[in-house]
Structure formats: structure tokens, C-alpha cells
């Protein structure tokens, strides 16, 4: 990948506020970064997810997380036993951000959150990064070992899209992203399969065009599979979705 705004340090945002990738690195299934680090965007690593990156010897620009599957010096939180929480309430949800406990580990900032809350630590390390102004988010690690933390993250992604962002989440040999009321279109070098899953209750006006299998103007349901195992064939290719939210899955690159 190109390497934008030389001169610049690691992490730091052009005029715009959204220069360069904000990367995610949780502690599922890793399968390596999957191209270098700009020096424009921002990694963090979200609680174990550290470890990954410890393994590659890459330090992240940040370390979040409420640490209940790594434990940093000093102990864990411990939990309250019972605690009611309005799972409707947005300003609920992100009021955690401004309790977080700033600290330092092996060099890395760190910001130690309160387990009792309704993000996952990686959905937290998203809201900093919308916070800072990033546009384009990687969740690596974010797949495998807990399928619960895998459909968190497709739902992550939904997330991201309906903010207007792009985000993709890295598997072994596969990229799902979101795509919500709009198009995405993918040069004639693809190869492989390609799906398209309603996320949404419904999907309306999903077009795919250039695939195998064209349809036009349909509607997708979260339902049915419908949608799943297109095929690119060497022709530029374009999904389409007038109203609704689908989940995109192809092989890389992103």
C-alpha cells in the first residue's frame, strides 16, 4: 500500500481530520498485517490484540480495553455484581470513553475501560477512532475462537458503514465489509467468489453487475441467503444497493 503524507509522524490526521487508516487489532484469529503501516494512520490494539502485534514486534499507537483477556500490572478492574444499563441510551453507551484510566505499558499508551458496559473493547477502539476523524477502519483479529465476537464485528461493521465510513474486517482469505445505500464497484483483476447478504431486514434495489450471476432491482432479505457465492469473471464489477445495509465478502485485497 502507498504511504501518504511524508514528514509526517505516525498517527498525526491531514487538514481534513481523516487522513490515513485507523487499524483495529483485536484477539481473534491473526493472520499478520495485511499491508505496511502509513505513516498517516492509527493502530490500535484492543486489549489481547496487543499481543499479536508484541509477536510481530510492532508497538501500536494505543492499547484499550477493559483487560479481561490480558491483564496489564496493577490488577484487574473488578466487576460491580449487578449493574443496570439502558441498552437504548447512545450517551450510556459512549460515557465509558470519558472514564478511561490513561496509563502506560511496555512503552504504550493505555487507557483501561470499564468492563461494565454495552461496547466490546474493539467497538470502543472505533469510537476513539471516529473521535480522531478516521474515515477508513481494518479490524484485523477480529474473526474465529468466539463466533458471538465474530457477529459483534460483522455488526461493527454496519456500524462504521451507516457513520459513512468504509471498514474491513482481514480474515485468512477473505475481506467482509459493509455497504450501505450506495455502490461498490471492483476492477476486471478480481477473481474468486463474491457475496452479498442482506444485513438489514430487507436489502431493496441490490443490482450486481458484471458478476456470473446478474440480477438487477431485487430485493434481499437477512432471512435467506440469497446473494451468497457470486463468482468474478474477469469483467469490472459493480454491487449496487438502493436502501439497506449488505454484507460484502471477496477475497483480498481490501
Known sequence: MKEE?????????????????????????????PFPIGKTDYLIAADAGYLHLKALSVKPDLLIGDFDS???????????????ISIFSDSEKADYLSRIVRGEYEGVETGRIDPVKNDSDLLAACRIGLKKGFREFHLLGAGGKRIDHSIANFQILAFLAEKGCRAYLHGETEIVTALRNGS????????????????????LGVSERGF??????????NLLPTGLSNEFIGEEAEIFVREGTLLLIYGPPY
Open 184 to 203: 461498490r464497484r471492483f476492477s476486471s483483476e478480481r477473481r474468486g467468489y463474491f457475496s452479498a447478504l442482506s444485513f438489514t431486514d430487507f436489502s
Open 212 to 221: 456470473r450471476y446478474l440480477i438487477e432491482d431485487v430485493r434481499l432479505t
Open 70 to 84: 490480558m491483564e496489564l500490572p496493577g490488577g484487574k478492574r473488578g466487576r460491580e455484581e449487578r449493574k443496570g
Open 5 to 33: 503524507g511524508e514528514g509526517r509522524a505516525r498517527g498525526e490526521r491531514g487538514e481534513n481530520g481523516h487522513e490515513g487508516k485507523c487499524i483495529l487489532v483485536g484477539a481473534g484469529d491473526f493472520f499478520g498485517l
